[in-house]
């Protein structure tokens, strides 16, 4: 076989074989409640995709329809913190899939914020904002920036007052107030 042939062959098979990565979804057993709930939550049907151990990670994907974590790094936080700050950073995670198109230390406060009104849309008690609120406090940053996620007393505050101020109206318009996409 000519040597371009062999280099365009091999070029070929890495791409699809790339592409199999990207589309494979490794499932996260452990979280599958909170999984469940948060589509129904949200009504969608987005799919939680398993990181390697060792991440230590969470991430949403829209475009894809996904969001990426790392099942040890979660069980890691749920010892630490409880199983419900588990579930909040899967809701913030869920909450960048729903928020539509905010960039930045606003996306970031926005989703805790969701995140906070998701426990409360579920009918949770407010000691599970506050096992959430402690993860936030410790992952907040020292200083403010614009590309952030918000200082820990920001990102704390942001999961109450979703918490809080939800009164079960799910309209795009009163989500916007009770969690409105504001840098601070
Ligand atoms: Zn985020």
Redesign the pocket.
């Known amino acids: 076989m000519p040597r371009r042939v062999c280099l365009i062959l091999a070029m070929l098979l890495f791409a699809s074989s790339v592409a199999q990565a990207r589309a494979r979804c490794v499932p996260v057993p452990h979280a599958m409640e909170d999984v469940a709930a948060l589509n129904a939550f949200w009504g969608r049907t987005v799919r939680l995709c398993r990181l390697p151990d060792g991440s230590e990670d969470a ?2 994907e829209p475009e894809r329809g996904r969001v990426m974590v790392d099942q040890s790094w979660l069980d890691a936080i749920a010892r630490r913190y409880g199983g419900w700050a588990a579930t909040g950073i899967l809701a ?2 869920w ?2 899939m729903v928020q539509g198109d905010v960039d930045g230390t606003a ?2 406060l926005q ?1 805790d914020c969701l995140a906070g009104l998701f426990l409360r849309g579920i009918g949770q008690p407010g000691s599970t904002v506050e096992q959430f609120a402690a993860s936030n406090h410790v992952s907040g940053d020292q200083h403010w920036s614009m590309d952030g ?1 918000g200082t820990s007393a920001q990102r704390v505050a942001a999961a109450w007052r979703g918490y809080r101020r939800y009164a079960g109206d799910r309209s795009r318009v009163a989500l916007r107030s009770v969690c409105p996409a504001s840098p601070r």
């Open positions: 991430y949403a913030h995670e909450g960048h996306a970031e989703a996620h």
